[in-house]
Nanobody, 124 residues
């Protein structure tokens, strides 16, 4: 079955960097777009960014554009979210998600599979 396991979260200070990983199994990884979402306490889940099957195209939310970078290593069946210049408002549980096709991405695309999430806390 499809499994997505996030790791790399933790407690960091404002301005620090952190890289999250999403290890995928149970499907042909390089056949699907991948995405990252986050949910802060008391808020709705929001789109962070996404990447197509080859890594050739990415989309980011305005709130993280220029600070966060999504990448993937298809040989390792792993997607990454590199987060730089972290702010307190980046504090959230971060989830990776698998798309429904190789190219459809962005906040309006369909993501039928989700990981359990990893907590990122940014202290000021």
């Amino acid at each position: 079955q499809v499994q997505l396991v996030e790791s790399g979260g933790g407690l960091v200070q404002t301005g620090a960097s952190l890289t999250l990983s999403c290890a995928a199994s149970g499907f042909t990884f390089d056949s699907y777009a991948m995405a990252w979402f986050r949910q802060a306490p008391g808020k709705e889940r929001e789109f962070v960014g996404s990447i197509t099957w080859s890594g050739g195209s990415t989309v980011y939310a305005n709130s993280v554009k220029g600070r966060f970078t999504i990448s993937r290593d298809n040989a390792k069946n792993t997607a990454y979210l590199r987060m730089n210049s972290l702010k307190s408002e980046d504090t959230a549980v971060y989830y990776c998600a698998r798309g429904s096709s190789s190219w459809a991405q962005g906040p309006s695309a369909s993501y039928p599979y989700w990981g359990q999430g990893t907590q990122v806390t940014v202290s000021s």
